[in-house]
C-alpha cells in the first residue's frame, strides 16, 4: 500500500525532537516531567490530537500545556475530549505508544498502529484547539505541539489560546462543540468564559460579601483569569457582588510558581503559603498554578482551619439540595420520551476518593443522608463516577472538582415555573448554577464564585461552614523511592496489591490505631509515593503514617533523608 504523506512529514519533524527518556508514562492527568525532556511528547501529541480528532469525525480536540500543581521547571500535557472531559482510557495506551516509540520510524509505524486500531479515515477533517499556563516552557513545548499537528495533517483547523488556565480550555473545547447543538455551552473564548460565569454569579448574589476574600493565586495563571473577571463584573455593574485581594500574582517572576504557595502546598502542608499574615477571622484561599483546584482557610482562636475539597462538597451539596427543596419541582419521566414511565425524582450524589476525610464521608452518609461513591485518585475517573446522577457532586479533598447537572436535570429547571415566589426563586436559582458550575471540568474560579454564592444564600460565615463536621486528624506525606511502579494499588486506592508484605504491615498498624485509616498510592503527577493517614487524634496519625513511611523507605527503595511526618 502506498504510505500516506504524512509519513515523511512526522519521521523529518521527529528528528528535530529526539526522545531523551526511558519510559514516559500517560498518568493522572497526562505526561508530566520535567519541561525540558518533555518536547518529543509535545511533538507527539500533536500527531495524536489531530488522530483523535479524525477519529472522532472532525470535533474539536483540546490539548493543555500545565503541569499545574508541580513545580516550575515541570511542565506536562492531557488531551481533551470534545465535551471538556479527559482523554478516554483506550487513548491514554495510543498516547503512551506514540510517547515511547523509540526511533523516528517507529513512531511512523506507531502512528500507522493506532490509525489501523482505532479504524481512522485519514481523509477526514482534524480540528485542535490548545492553550498553556505560565510556566517558561510553555511556548516552546507549544511549538514543538504545532510543529506535530501540521505534520500529521497540514490542513487541520487549529485554535492558539494562548496563555489560558486549564477549565478555560476544557471550556472552550466544549463551546466549539455545541456551537450547532440546542443548548451551546457558551461563547468559545475568554470573554464569553467570563461572561457567564458573571452572569450567572450576578444572578444568585445580590449583596456584597461581608468581608473580602483573599485570594492566593499561586503566581500563576489564574491571577490574570482572575483580574479578567473583575474587570468582566465591573464592566457589567456587578463588580461589587464579589470583594477579592488578589495575592501572589507574580507570574513573570522566575521560580515563583507554585513555590510555597498555591492549593497544593496549603493542603499538604497545611498552613498558609509563606511569607502571607493571616488574621484572625479573614477569608482566604489559594488556587493551584493552572487555576483547576482551590482550598479555602483561614484563622481562629491562633489556629489555621482549612475548608478542604470535602468541605466545598458538602457546602455545594447542601446549596443545591436547598435550592432543589425549595423549587418542589416535579420528578419528571423517566425519559421524556415516554411519559407513561414512574415519574423519577432527581438523583444527587457525592463522589469522593480514599483522600476524602472520613468525617466528611460519614457526614455525607449520615447526616446529608446522600449517596457517596469513592473512585480512584484522578478527575477522570470522579466525573464519570458522578456522571451517573443527576445532581453528582464530585470533589478531591485536594479542592479538585465541579458539580454535574444531568440533561434530565437541565431540562426540568429550564421547564419548571414555579407556583410561588419563593418556588420561582429557587428554579431561577438553579438554572445559573448550571451556568455558574463549569461542568466541564473542575474549575478553581467557578469554584470560587460558587462558594461565595452558597454562603451567601445560607448566610454562613466560614467558621459556620467549619462546624458542618470536624475532620479527623489527617497527614499526606511524600516519599522518594527507586521505582514508583512496584506499588499497585487497587480498591480505589484503598489498598495495595503489591508489595503484598507492605500491605498486610499496614493492616496491622490500622488496627492498633483508634479509627485509622491508611493507604500508599504512587502519585501519578510527581515521582513520589503518597502516604495518607488519619486517626482520631493527631499523635495516633503522625504515628501511623510515620510507622508506614519507616516501612516503605527501609524496605521498598527509599531515596534520600528519611520522610518526617
Ligand atoms: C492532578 C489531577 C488530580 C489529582 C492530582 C494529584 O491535579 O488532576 O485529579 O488529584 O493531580 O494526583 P497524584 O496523586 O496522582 O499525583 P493537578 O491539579 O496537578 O492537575
Known amino acids: 500500500a502506498t504510505r500516506p504523506a504524512s509519513d515523511a512529514a512526522i519521521s523529518a519533524g521527529s528528528a528535530l525532537y529526539p526522545r531523551v527518556r526511558e519510559t514516559y508514562t500517560y498518568g493522572t492527568a497526562g505526561f508530566r516531567t520535567l519541561a525540558e525532556v518533555l518536547d518529543s511528547v509535545l511533538f507527539r501529541m500533536g500527531l495524536l490530537a489531530v488522530l483523535r480528532s479524525k477519529a472522532l469525525h472532525g470535533q474539536w480536540v483540546g490539548v493543555m500545556v500545565t503541569a499545574s500543581h508541580n513545580e516550575e521547571r515541570d511542565n506536562g500535557v492531557k488531551l481533551v475530549e470534545p465535551m471538556g472531559e479527559m482523554l478516554v482510557p483506550a487513548w491514554e495506551v495510543y498516547a503512551a505508544q506514540l510517547a515511547n516509540a523509540v526511533t523516528d520510524a517507529a513512531l511512523v509505524e506507531a502512528v500507522a498502529a493506532v490509525v489501523a486500531a482505532a479504524g481512522i479515515d485519514l481523509a477526514q477533517p482534524a480540528r485542535v484547539v490548545y492553550a498553556a499556563d505560565t510556566r517558561p516552557s510553555g511556548p516552546r513545548l507549544i511549538a514543538c505541539l504545532e510543529h506535530g499537528l501540521r505534520a500529521m495533517d497540514a490542513a487541520t483547523e487549529t485554535r492558539g489560546l494562548g496563555v489560558a488556565t486549564t477549565p478555560e480550555l476544557h471550556y472552550v473545547v466544549c463551546c466549539l462543540n455545541t456551537r450547532d447543538a440546542p443548548r451551546p455551552y457558551g461563547q468559545p473564548d475568554r470573554a464569553g468564559y467570563l461572561s457567564k460565569l458573571a452572569t450567572a454569579f450576578g444572578g444568585l448574589v445580590t449583596t456584597p460579601p461581608p468581608s473580602p476574600l483573599h485570594v492566593d493565586c499561586a503566581n500563576g495563571v489564574g491571577s490574570l483569569a482572575m483580574t479578567a473577571l473583575l474587570e468582566t463584573l465591573r464592566a457589567a455593574g456587578t463588580g461589587a457582588l464579589l470583594d477579592v485581594r488578589l495575592m501572589n500574582t507574580a507570574t513573570a517572576t522566575p521560580g515563583a510558581l507554585n513555590r510555597d504557595c498555591g492549593a497544593d502546598f496549603v493542603k499538604f502542608h497545611q498552613k498558609p503559603p509563606a511569607g502571607l499574615r493571616l488574621q484572625e477571622g479573614d477569608r482566604w484561599c489559594s488556587l493551584d498554578g493552572d487555576a483547576d483546584r482551590i482550598v479555602f482557610y483561614y484563622v481562629r482562636d491562633?489556629?489555621?482551619?482549612?475548608?478542604?475539597?470535602?468541605?466545598?462538597?458538602?457546602?455545594?451539596?447542601?446549596?443545591?439540595?436547598?435550592?432543589?427543596?425549595?423549587?418542589?419541582?416535579?420528578?419528571?419521566?423517566?425519559?421524556?420520551?415516554?411519559?407513561?414511565?414512574?415519574?423519577?425524582?432527581?438523583?444527587?450524589?457525592?463522589?469522593?476518593?480514599?483522600?476524602?476525610?472520613?468525617?466528611?464521608?460519614?457526614?455525607?452518609?449520615?447526616?446529608?443522608?446522600?449517596?457517596?461513591?469513592?473512585?480512584?485518585?484522578?478527575?477522570?475517573?470522579?466525573?464519570?463516577?458522578?456522571?451517573?446522577?443527576?445532581?453528582?457532586?464530585?470533589?478531591?479533598?485536594?479542592?479538585?472538582?465541579?458539580?454535574?447537572?444531568?440533561?434530565?436535570?437541565?431540562?426540568?429547571?429550564?421547564?419548571?415555573?414555579?407556583?410561588?415566589?419563593?418556588?420561582?426563586?429557587?428554579?431561577?436559582?438553579?438554572?445559573?448554577?448550571?451556568?455558574?458550575?463549569?461542568?466541564?471540568?473542575?474549575?478553581?474560579?467557578?469554584?470560587?464564585?460558587?462558594?461565595?454564592?452558597?454562603?451567601?444564600?445560607?448566610?454562613?460565615?466560614?467558621?459556620?461552614?467549619?462546624?458542618?463536621?470536624?475532620?479527623?486528624?489527617?497527614?499526606?506525606?511524600?516519599?522518594r523511592v527507586a521505582d514508583r511502579h512496584q506499588f499497585v494499588p487497587i480498591k480505589a486506592d484503598t489498598e495495595l496489591a503489591e508489595p503484598a508484605a507492605l500491605q498486610d504491615q499496614i493492616r496491622g498498624l490500622v488496627a492498633q490505631t483508634p479509627q485509622g485509616r491508611c493507604f500508599v498510592r504512587p502519585s501519578g503527577t510527581e515521582d513520589v509515593v503518597r502516604v495518607y493517614a488519619e486517626a482520631q487524634t493527631v499523635a495516633d496519625t503522625v504515628r501511623l503514617a510515620q510507622a508506614v513511611c519507616d516501612v516503605i523507605y527501609d524496605h521498598h527503595g527509599g531515596l534520600g533523608d528519611r520522610p518526617r511526618v
Open 302 to 479: 491562633g489556629a489555621f482551619r482549612l475548608l478542604d475539597g470535602d468541605k466545598i462538597a458538602v457546602l455545594a451539596a447542601v446549596y443545591i439540595r436547598d435550592l432543589l427543596a425549595a423549587a418542589q419541582l416535579a420528578p419528571l419521566p423517566a425519559t421524556a420520551a415516554d411519559a407513561a414511565a414512574t415519574p423519577q425524582p432527581l438523583t444527587v450524589g457525592i463522589v469522593q476518593t480514599a483522600y476524602a476525610n472520613g468525617s466528611a464521608t460519614a457526614y455525607i452518609r449520615d447526616v446529608l443522608k446522600l449517596q457517596t461513591v469513592c473512585t480512584p485518585t484522578g478527575v477522570k475517573h470522579l466525573h464519570h463516577a458522578a456522571q451517573a446522577f443527576d445532581v453528582g457532586v464530585y470533589f478531591e479533598a485536594n479542592g479538585h472538582g465541579t458539580v454535574l447537572f444531568s440533561p434530565r436535570a437541565v431540562a426540568l429547571f429550564h421547564a419548571a415555573a414555579g407556583a410561588t415566589p419563593a418556588q420561582q426563586a429557587a428554579i431561577v436559582a438553579l438554572r445559573a448554577l448550571t451556568d455558574l458550575i463549569n461542568q466541564t471540568v473542575g474549575d478553581a474560579i467557578s469554584d470560587l464564585l460558587l462558594v461565595e454564592a452558597a454562603l451567601a444564600h445560607a448566610r454562613m460565615a466560614f467558621p459556620d461552614w467549619d462546624a458542618l463536621y470536624t475532620d479527623l486528624p489527617n497527614r499526606q506525606v511524600k516519599v
